[in-house]
Every structure is written in structure tokens, then in C-alpha cells.
């Protein structure tokens, strides 16, 4: 499958720049596929930058990165028309969102109403300035972080703006051995100046196409339906998943099997993408918070019920 050495060749490239994060650029190159957005969420200092753009450089697109804060304005994200004295007409100055990477740095130090101004340009690839709907470039990949050890100043995502993300990725911290690659990675300069294009915007827009004809067979969508139906009845939960987490979770997996060469999705794609897919969309119930309760095991345990289809 010819589609699948580009795949790998992309994030096999990005990690030339960032150590020890494969499955990160793995779940990063997966989303883009799936045509959908990530929200990484760590401590300052992890790379999330550095992983954006390589990304981007990777692909070959255009990025851009926007640093949040409390006084940035939707215009800021998506535009604005400026009347010109020349031509008596006003004329658009398109802000970064016109980029097929776009970086939303602390994307939760900004208010409820920039935050806003995302949610067309995710869900639908365009964005409305003064009455005029423009079509952004494709691909379109939103890469958000947010920092969640900093409370002051912030403003928390709303639940419905949290499940516009395909995938929700915590990093870690890089272990011994890493670190010290890190450091002798950078010792004599940054290596994202001379990293290089192995692909195209049009490539992946074909990969994204071809992510369509990746066959989900009957049983395998019965098991996806099973796991996010679960969520909706778990005690522990005040609400689960919505349609929106079967879809992302069922063309997350499609991606998948295209990053590892198979086209078809197998159940073993489902339980390796439910946490990153599925973790941000379901809600706790406040007692259950309060006891410390995490979604990752409820979503492990989801897993470790539900029964998996067996091979036909």
C-alpha cells in the first residue's frame, strides 16, 4: 500500500527532530489523516512547539502559531477588512488560521469568545469575517496546548469546544536516555532549520481522501458503538460520549490502518486510539472527581469489559 510509506516517511521524518515521542507524531499524523484537530496537554517545556512545526515542515505546508491571551480578539484569529482610501473598498487581511498548520499556544489563556472563533474554522475548514464565508487551505490541522499546572488567568475550554478536538494527548516527561539525546540533538543548533519537505499539502489531502475507503467491517463498528454506548451508562459518569466520539474514533482508526499499511481496520486500532479519542469527551460525575476518579481507567476498564469482536 504506497499510501502508507508516505504516512510513515512523515513521522519518521518529524522524528529526526523530536526524541522519544514517536507515538505522539504517530497520534499527530493519525489526526491529520482522520482530518481532525489535537489538544496536547502538558507541562511548559515538552516540545509541543517543536513538534507543530516539524510537523508542518514535514507536510510542507504553510504554519502559523498564535500565542493566546487575555486580550486577543476573534478578529486576531480569523481576519478582519480594512477600509482602503485608494480603492474605496474594504480590503481582507487574513489573519493565521489561513495556514494548513496552525499552533493555538495556551489556547486557554485566551477568553470563551476567542476560543470561540475556532470552532467554524474546525468543524467546517472556513471561517465567516463581515458576512463573507472564505474556504481555508487544505489540509487544516489545529494543534492546541494548554498548560494545566497554571489555573490563574486561564480560561478552561467548555465540554462542547473540548469535543471539536479529535484527540486529546498528554506528553510525559522524556527519560534518562532521551534527555541526553535531546541535549546532543541541540548542542550545536536546532535541526528543525535544516529539516526538510517528504510530502506535499496535496498528498496528504489525497491520504485524507483515501482514509474513506478504509474498510470498518460490521462487527468492528458494533464494537465502536458498544464502547462509546458504555460510556453513556457508566455510573462513575455524568454524561459520555457523543456521536461525535464514535465518528472520530471510527476515522481515527481508518487513519491508522493507512499508518501501518492495512486497509482494513482491525478491533486492536480501537482499543489502541479509545483513551486519546474518547478520554476528553466523557464527563465525571463531581463525587467521582472529588474522589480522584480518572477518565483514562474508566476508559481502561470500558475496555477491559466490553467484549471484542472475534476474527470472521
Given at each position: 500500500m504506497p499510501t502508507a510509506i508516505s504516512a510513515n516517511e512523515i513521522v519518521g521524518n518529524a522524528a529526526k527532530v523530536?526524541?522519544?515521542?514517536?507515538?505522539?507524531?504517530?497520534?499527530?499524523?493519525?489526526?491529520?489523516?482522520?482530518?481532525?484537530?489535537?489538544?496536547?496537554?502538558?507541562?511548559?517545556?515538552?516540545?509541543?512547539?517543536?513538534m507543530a512545526k516539524a510537523l508542518a515542515r514535514s507536510i510542507g505546508g504553510s504554519f502559523r502559531r498564535i500565542?493566546?491571551?487575555?486580550?486577543?480578539?476573534?478578529?486576531?484569529?480569523?481576519?478582519?477588512?480594512?477600509?482602503?482610501?485608494?480603492?474605496?473598498?474594504?480590503?481582507?487581511?487574513?489573519?493565521?488560521?489561513?495556514?494548513?498548520?496552525?499552533?493555538?499556544?495556551?489556547?486557554?489563556?485566551t477568553i470563551p469568545r476567542t476560543q470561540a472563533a475556532l470552532l467554524e474554522s474546525m468543524g467546517e475548514f472556513q471561517v465567516t469575517v463581515d458576512g463573507a464565508t472564505l474556504k481555508l487551505p487544505r489540509p487544516f490541522f489545529v494543534i492546541a496546548t494548554q498548560n494545566p499546572i497554571?489555573?490563574?488567568?486561564?480560561?478552561?475550554?467548555?465540554?462542547?469546544?473540548?469535543?471539536?478536538?479529535?484527540?486529546?494527548?498528554?506528553?510525559?516527561?522524556?527519560?534518562?536516555?532521551e534527555e541526553l539525546a535531546i541535549m546532543e540533538r541541540f548542542r550545536e543548533g536546532d535541526p528543525l532549520e535544516k529539516l526538510e519537505a517528504v510530502s506535499s499539502p496535496e498528498a496528504i489531502v489525497e491520504l485524507q481522501k483515501?482514509?474513506?475507503?478504509?474498510?470498518?467491517?460490521?462487527?468492528?463498528?458494533?464494537?465502536?458503538?458498544?464502547?462509546?454506548?458504555?460510556t453513556r451508562s457508566h455510573p462513575k459518569l455524568r454524561y459520555g460520549a457523543?456521536?461525535?466520539?464514535?465518528?472520530?474514533?471510527m476515522r481515527a482508526a481508518q487513519a491508522l490502518a493507512i499508518l501501518r499499511g492495512r486497509d482494513f481496520v482491525l478491533p486492536d486500532d480501537i482499543k489502541e486510539l479509545a483513551l486519546p479519542v474518547l478520554g476528553h469527551r466523557i464527563i465525571l460525575k463531581h463525587e467521582e472527581r472529588a474522589k480522584g476518579a480518572r477518565a483514562s481507567a474508566i476508559v481502561e476498564e470500558i475496555l477491559s469489559q466490553v467484549p471484542v469482536p472475534s476474527p470472521v
Open positions: 523530536v526524541v522519544g515521542k514517536r507515538r505522539v507524531l504517530e497520534l499527530m499524523a493519525v489526526a491529520l489523516l482522520a482530518e481532525g484537530h489535537v489538544l496536547l496537554e502538558d507541562l511548559p517545556g515538552l516540545g509541543k512547539t517543536i500565542q493566546f491571551t487575555p486580550d486577543l480578539l476573534p478578529s486576531d484569529v480569523t481576519g478582519f477588512s480594512v477600509y482602503s482610501q485608494k480603492t474605496g473598498e474594504f480590503v481582507f487581511h487574513s489573519g493565521p488560521v489561513m495556514a494548513n498548520v496552525l499552533l493555538a499556544d495556551e489556547i486557554n489563556r497554571e489555573m490563574d488567568g486561564t480560561f478552561p475550554l467548555p465540554e462542547a469546544q473540548l469535543d471539536r478536538f479529535l484527540m486529546k494527548i498528554d506528553l510525559g516527561y522524556p527519560d534518562k536516555d483515501k482514509r474513506g475507503s478504509i474498510f470498518v467491517a460490521p462487527p468492528v463498528r458494533d464494537y465502536i458503538a458498544c464502547l462509546v454506548g458504555a457523543s456521536p461525535r466520539g464514535s465518528l472520530g474514533l
